[in-house]
């Protein structure tokens, strides 16, 4: 009897052939997808390497071999100057065009040789006259900070004092953090708020976008359709109930962060309410595109699952997308967890100004009408035969 | 005033399958007409179109002189499916206030037209309990309501007493009548003989998508099988092979234990028939002579049960 409960399901798994195929492939995409993430042999060293915006203001010979030293780390990725994409020559950085490269996020961390650098000789033990440098740091990145720190000690070992390195510190490093609300406790809570945020988003619009298929499945689509209800009222309904629904999750998820972790949603307000409606509808939209695809409620749950899962692993909602290899980023573009993430970074972690936040509104606006649209198309199917 | 359905030659194939073979029916107002056939003789197909759900090929449908799918045909048309179509965690009063607001009601006409529709479906004590746990009677009649609440005048009913008990199948019939005479016109399918017979005026029997006859009860049993009448014997143990074949030769059919023989000279044809059951040592637990009936004009057109 058992066996043969064991053998309906079975068959039932076998009859539904994209359930089938997804109980497989998902583990398999995400068994790549993570490898890929957190660093196969291919992309080690890109992953490792920090990034490090430098700015020499000292003219000595010790401030140059400094400078000279960090270039020639091997952990380090060192930008004297902004990188253009069209190849021109752009000037130097500056301790402000530094600090704002950190504020906007190009660099997690920058570092300042200031004018009398080279005055003070490196030397060991406890001492108020060791030379000086300023590092600057983004909180949201807190190992770059901390790799920095420690390959900086060991550039002043091997290019100023040209000892063997060891563990007392040459130069006297001070470190301020260009970033965040000194009331949270916790500097990544506006990340997680928006990264776990956008994924039960996704989760849920999938889920209530399956609202449709059992209209369907039960026949009472057909009776709606009847009435003064057509298709595409219908699906602009769903949509109206489904960003609601979204937009209250989003901002229960704040609500909480701001009560329990800090974060400070006073002067965020209106960042948030732009933000909360670009990526509910997109959100939305993809619910009712799934829902829309599938063709049965088996079928939503394994395809809402693997098309979830993978857009929040490379779009940054389970690992920050910074702390990914270069191409694993730019990878994430093509979700909109990542749009989203960025935008309510914008607002909560750098306080940039509303108008920065363009690019996420036009791309999380653009992601939603394009999925209403396929969505309304693929929903022919269910109009008069 | 346009008739509340006239269909004309309606045909639709899917694919190779030819679902409506020209179709051709009308309803007056405050009439019953029922639509009976085999499964998959084209009824389903038929109800669809006029719900506006199904776009024929060709021929020519009107509600109230207008096509099924005119933004005014919805307030006209009530439609109440076989399926029971209605939300399971929403209690009555929200599913009627849901579907009365699709088909166009709002504000006060909408929540006395909820108020009138729970009380004459008798679920005006259980307005607020959840639709999923009511009886499945009571189902069937709020899937009723959320297809009468803007007060159509042509509703399509599509076998609306499936799977309930006597007693609330009664009750549908109460409700049936009372739509009836505020002169609504129904286009009724049922697989229930005695349903079609009891509650329609008119009926017509579609058989691979055409309306093979149509007509009044009586005019369907004389058109069909004139003055005959049935012969029916309910042998004590199943007809053996040889009883089987005379009988065949009579004109009889036996199934199982049941004779059935449509006799135009009753008395003759009777004695003909106990003899072969006598010659062959068959027992009779008993026999009925009735005037022929629907079910028979149905098989005979068809040749097959209605439930089958």
Not at chain 1, 78 to 107: I, N, Q
Not at chain 2, 97 to 125: C, H, K, M, Q, V
Not at chain 2, 186 to 197: K, R, S, V
Not at chain 2, 242 to 263: H, N, T
């Amino acid at each position: 009897m058992i066996f043969a409960v064991a053998k309906n399901r079975i068959w039932n798994l076998g009859h539904d052939r994209a359930a089938f195929v997804l109980s497989y492939v998902v583990p398999i995409v995400f068994f790549t997808l993570f490898g890929a993430i957190f660093g196969g042999d291919s992309g080690r060293d890109e992953t490792r390497k920090v990034r490090v915006a430098v700015v020499r203001e000292d003219e000595s010979e010790q401030a140059r071999r400094f400078v000279a030293g960090l270039q020639a780390e091997k952990g380090l990725d060192v930008l004297m100057a902004p990188s253009s994409r069209d190849g021109t020559v752009r000037a130097p950085f500056t301790a402000a065009t530094a600090e704002a490269a950190v504020r906007a996020g190009t660099v997690p961390v920058a570092l300042i040789v200031p004018a009398g650098f080279g005055e003070k000789p490196v030397r060991f033990g406890p001492s108020t006259d060791r030379p000086k440098i300023m590092l600057l740091a983004d909180p949201s990145d807190p190992i770059a900070g901390e790799v920095l720190s420690g390959l900086v000690q060991r550039v002043t070992v091997t290019a100023l004092a040209g000892v063997p390195a060891g563990s007392a510190s040459l130069l006297e490093i001070e470190r301020r953090e260009v970033l965040g609300d000194k009331k949270a406790r916790n500097p990544m809570i506006a990340f997680y708020a928006a990264g776990l945020g956008v994924m039960f988003l996704l989760f849920s619009a999938a889920g209530a976008g399956g609202a449709l298929i059992e209209e369907v499945e039960t026949g009472t689509l057909d009776r709606i359709l009847s009435t003064r209800v057509s298709m595409g009222r219908l699906l602009a309904g769903k949509l109206v109930y489904l960003s609601w629904l979204a937009a209250s999750q989003l901002l229960v998820m704040f609500l909480w962060g701001s009560l329990v972790f800090g974060l400070t949603m006073r002067g965020h307000w209106i960042g948030f309410v732009i933000m909360t409606t670009c990526t509910a509808l997109a959100a939305s939209t993809f619910g009712l595109l799934l829902a829309a695809i599938s063709r049965s409620r088996m079928q939503l749950v394994a395809i809402s699952n693997l098309a979830v899962l993978v857009m929040s692993a490379v779009g940054g909602s389970m690992f920050p997308r910074f702390l990914m290899p270069p191409l694993m980023q730019k990878f994430g573009l093509l979700t909109l967890n990542a749009w989203a993430i960025d935008g309510f970074q914008k607002v909560f972690w750098r306080e940039e100004p509303l108008t920065h936040l363009w690019p996420q509104v036009l791309v999380l606006t653009a992601i939603a009408l394009v999925f209403f649209t396929l969505a309304r198309r693929i929903a022919r199917k269910w109009e008069a035969a | 005033m346009d008739a509340p359905l006239a269909i004309s030659q309606l045909t639709k194939s899917f694919g190779s399958q030819t679902a409506l073979a020209g179709v051709t029916l009308d309803l007056a107002p405050g009439e019953i007409l029922g639509l009976l056939g085999p499964n998959g003789a084209g009824k389903t197909t038929l109800v669809r179109s006029v719900a506006g759900r199904v776009r024929p090929d060709g021929g020519r449908l009107s509600l109230f002189g207008l096509p099924p799918t005119d933004a005014a045909a919805p307030a006209l048309r009530g439609w109440v499916p076989q399926e029971i179509c209605l939300y399971p965690l929403l209690t009555p009063w929200e599913n009627l206030w849901t579907f009365g607001r699709y088909s166009g009601l709002s504000g006060a006409p909408l929540e006395t037209a909820i108020a009138e529709n729970l009380s004459w479906i008798g679920l005006a004590d259980r307005a607020k309990d959840r639709t999923g746990n009511l009886s499945g009677g009571m189902k069937r009649r709020l899937n009723i309501a959320a297809g009468t609440i803007h007060g159509p005048k042509l509703l399509l009913c599509d076998e609306p007493t499936v799977g309930v008990d006597p007693q609330s199948r009664e009750r549908i019939y109460g409700m049936i009548g009372e739509l009836k005479a505020r002169g609504v016109a129904l286009l009724y399918t049922t697989h229930y003989m005695e349903e079609a017979e009891r509650l329609c005026d008119r009926i017509a029997i579609i058989d691979h998508g055409r309306i093979i006859a149509a007509g009044t009860r009586e005019e369907l049993v004389r058109s069909a099988l004139g003055d005959r009448q049935t012969v029916t014997i309910d042998s004590e143990a199943p007809v053996p092979p040889g009883l089987r074949e005379k009988l065949a030769r009579m004109g009889a059919s036996a199934d199982g234990r049941v004779v059935r023989l449509l006799a135009d000279d009753p008395p003759r044809q009777i004695r003909e028939l106990l003899g072969a059951f006598h010659d062959e040592g068959a027992a009779i637990r008993d026999l009925t002579l009735k005037r022929a009936s629907l079910e028979e004009v149905f098989l005979l057109l068809t040749g097959r049960e209605l439930r089958e």
